[in-house]
């Protein structure tokens, strides 16, 4: 059985995000998508609503279960039995960063945890929670980039409704 862990801020969950999980739910037996809860940043959505709003766009996959966490990586993996975590990559400005925290994970757990990166799909290569936020700031349509509920949440918070 192996278990693997996508960790990210989902603030808010897009579909960029489904895509990978879709993707990784297949290669993997268990995905548990885990919202990661940093206190030292301001989201726009709580690690609770973010974790509820992935539960919703996720509850027609069986194996995809969603938790959050604050704290290591590598301790909540070894908490949870996992060895793999999942990482997207979009461009080569990803690339960096990810190499980096993939990097120091394998050396923080002994070897332990692994990081797998999936290619972005081309159509979503431009999307991220920050994009959908920064246009729904200024009242855009952000219906291509997140399922319709979502969309809806991140209008209330913003108090707009695209027509
Ligand atoms: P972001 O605000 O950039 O969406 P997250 O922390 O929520 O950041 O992202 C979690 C993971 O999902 C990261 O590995 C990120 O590279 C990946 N990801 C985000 N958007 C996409 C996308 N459109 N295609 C592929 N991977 C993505």
Request: without cysteine; aromatic residues 12%.
């Given at each position: 059985m192996i278990r693997a862990i996508y960790p990210g801020?989902?603030?808010?969950?897009t579909y960029g995000h489904l895509d990978v999980i879709k993707r990784a739910a297949k290669m993997f037996d268990e995905i548990t998508v885990c919202v990661l809860d940093n206190k030292a940043k301001t989201p726009l959505f709580s690690a609770d609503e973010r974790v509820k709003m992935l539960q919703d766009v996720t509850s027609?996959?069986?194996?995809v279960r969603v938790d959050s966490f604050s704290g290591l990586l590598i301790d909540y993996a070894a908490r949870t039995g996992a060895h793999v975590s999942i990482r997207g990559l979009r461009a080569v400005t990803d690339f960096e960063y990810e190499l980096q925290i993939a990097q120091t994970n394998k050396q923080l757990s002994h070897g332990s945890l692994d990081t797998v990166f999936l290619a972005t799909s081309h159509e979503y290569s431009y999307l991220s929670s920050s994009a959908v936020k920064e246009i729904a700031t200024f009242g855009g349509d952000i219906s291509e980039c997140v399922p319709d509920h979502i969309r809806k949440l991140v209008e209330e918070k913003y108090a707009y409704e695209h027509q």
């Open positions: 801020s989902f603030d808010p969950v027609d996959m069986p194996n």
